[in-house]
């Protein structure tokens, strides 16, 4: 074969090669087009919105069949997702992440939604969002995460739109293009939806008639004002009841708690008494001897080493009783940036715990006053971590999100550890509550950091669920 044949042959084979890629390419976007006009086609005929999302996540996945999608709805009152379509996840998997309250370090998912804006985790076993929810995408089969926010008119968001990969994966320039146009996508999906449960509605109204609906109005009106009337005089009464047997519980433990020491003292001091009048008896009729008043006197060494234990724990119990109703409002009012705040407060942790990993995500930017109060709030929630979630293993995790939003902070109290039993959910906040009486702990902890957050920042404190570990969310008002 000469040179030029060779060379002609050649040219040949590469340009049918690049036919047969430019055709195969065709074929992909051409599948992808149908697949998004099959999810418009849905939306203008009105099928049910689940149906029309599931559409969306099965056609998605034909740009690339390793993929698998999901689409989760974000319920704006609760702040909460929901499970809303998916064709390749395992049921079990999407099952778990019903209810999740969003947040930063929620997943991709429940960060995602929390910030308005994309976010890629390319390996769930080292990223810190995933630090609760690693064993759960884990068992599934999952390894990497990247979720879409999807965010319709206003910047309201309706939820999230995800692909997952079952390894490690870093999204090229394109993929980013695809499931930002995806969630484009399912937010149609969504505000049609919206628009046309409005739609059904107006309809609704529009249909009775003005004698109707006035009527209808007025009798709404006076149930309103008797249920405000009503709500205000019980809201009332049950806040007099808490604070009352707030008072009641507390008081009732404390006397509980201060008995046993001071009842022991009391015990000591009577025998005391007794030991001093048999020595002055004996020593008046001249009848003791050295070693009797020996063994006297170290009974009384005795009893006096007795009641000075149990008044210095009386007199610690009542220091620690101030502790749930101090106020810190007369403290400097000087401010500081909750990051070097968070550090000081990591590092003086780290010293006793190097096998604790601390983490912390925040603007630089954010200031705070009270610091003092602030250090007693995170202290007790540090401590708690180590003497209860790391206890069996001695490691793990605690990670601090912090968010500025319009009127107020959240910020989101993360571990890893064993958690806090279901059953004791309820009570945790609650004076004198605790697992570990025994080992001399008086259950005031989470009891003191709700009170000094009320007095002195007007904020609160609530446990949230968590697949693993604990979860806390401080709401601090901006003003």
């Given at each position: 074969m000469t040179q030029l044949a060779y060379t002609n042959l050649k040219n040949t084979i590469v340009h049918k090669s690049m036919v047969v890629a430019h055709q195969t390419n065709w074929k992909l976007v051409s599948e992808i087009e149908a697949g998004?006009?099959?999810v418009l086609k849905k939306v203008a005929s009105g099928e049910p919105l689940s149906d029309i999302l599931n559409t969306l996540c099965k056609n998605s996945e034909i740009y690339n069949p390793e993929m698998k999608t999901s689409v989760l709805r974000l319920n704006n009152e609760t702040n909460t997702l929901h499970p809303c379509a998916s064709v390749s996840l395992p049921g079990e998997y999407c099952q778990a992440l019903e209810g999740v309250v969003i947040g930063t370090?929620?997943?991709?998912?429940?960060?995602?939604?929390?910030?308005?804006?994309?976010?890629?985790?390319?390996?769930?076993?080292?990223?810190?969002?995933?630090?609760?929810?690693?064993?759960?995408?884990?068992?599934?089969?999952?390894?990497?995460?990247?979720?879409?926010?999807?965010?319709?008119?206003?910047?309201?968001?309706?939820?999230t739109f995800a692909i997952y990969y079952d390894k490690p994966s870093t999204p090229t320039e394109n993929d980013l293009k695809f499931i930002q146009t995806c969630a484009h996508l399912a937010a149609i999906v969504f505000e049609n939806n919206v628009a046309k449960q409005k739609l059904l509605e107006a309809n609704h109204k529009l249909s009775?008639?003005?004698?109707?609906?006035?009527?209808?109005?007025?009798i709404a009106n006076k149930e309103l004002e008797l249920l405000l009337a009503s709500q205000k005089q019980d809201s009332l009464l049950?806040?007099?009841?808490?604070?009352?047997?707030?008072?009641?519980?507390?008081?009732?433990?404390?006397?509980?708690?201060?008995?046993t020491p001071l009842g022991i003292a009391t015990t000591s001091s009577t025998h005391i008494s007794d030991v001093v009048n048999k020595i002055h008896t004996l020593v008046d009729i001249n009848k003791i001897t050295k070693v009797e008043l020996l063994n006297y006197l170290e009974q009384i060494k005795k009893g006096l080493s007795l009641n000075q234990q149990n008044l210095y724990k009386a007199s610690d119990l009542i220091t620690k009783f101030r502790e749930v109703g101090l106020s810190f409002t007369q403290e400097e009012s000087s401010s500081f940036t909750l990051q070097t705040f968070f550090n000081e407060l990591f590092s003086f942790y780290q010293q006793d715990n190097p096998s604790i990993e601390f983490k912390l995500e925040t603007d630089t930017n954010i200031k705070?006053?009270?610091k003092i109060a602030l250090w007693q709030i995170f202290a007790k929630l540090i401590e708690n971590?180590?003497?209860?979630?790391?206890?069996?293993?001695?490691?793990?995790?605690i990670s601090i999100y912090i968010t500025e939003l319009e009127n107020n902070l959240e910020i989101n109290y993360q571990d890893d550890g064993i958690g806090i039993d279901k059953q004791y959910h309820k009570d945790i906040f609650e004076p004198f509550f605790t697992t570990q009486r025994q080992a001399g702990n008086l259950g005031l902890g989470l009891n003191v950091v709700t009170n000094i957050l009320s007095d002195v920042y007007h904020g609160r404190i609530q446990l949230e669920p968590a697949p693993c570990g604990t979860r806390y969310t401080v709401f601090i008002p901006k003003y």
């Open positions: 998004r006009a099959e370090g929620v997943g991709s998912c429940g960060t995602a939604a929390f910030k308005k804006e994309r976010i890629i985790v390319e390996d769930i076993n080292t990223h810190p969002y995933w630090a609760q929810y690693k064993e759960l995408a884990l068992s599934a089969g999952l390894q990497s995460c990247w979720s879409e926010p999807i965010i319709g008119q206003n910047n309201h968001c309706y939820g009775q008639t003005i004698d109707e609906r006035t009527h209808s109005l007025e049950h806040a007099h009841s808490e604070r009352s047997n707030t008072t009641r519980l507390l008081l009732m433990g404390f006397a509980h708690q201060l008995n705070m006053h009270s971590s180590l003497e209860h979630g790391f206890r069996q293993s001695g490691i793990g995790s």
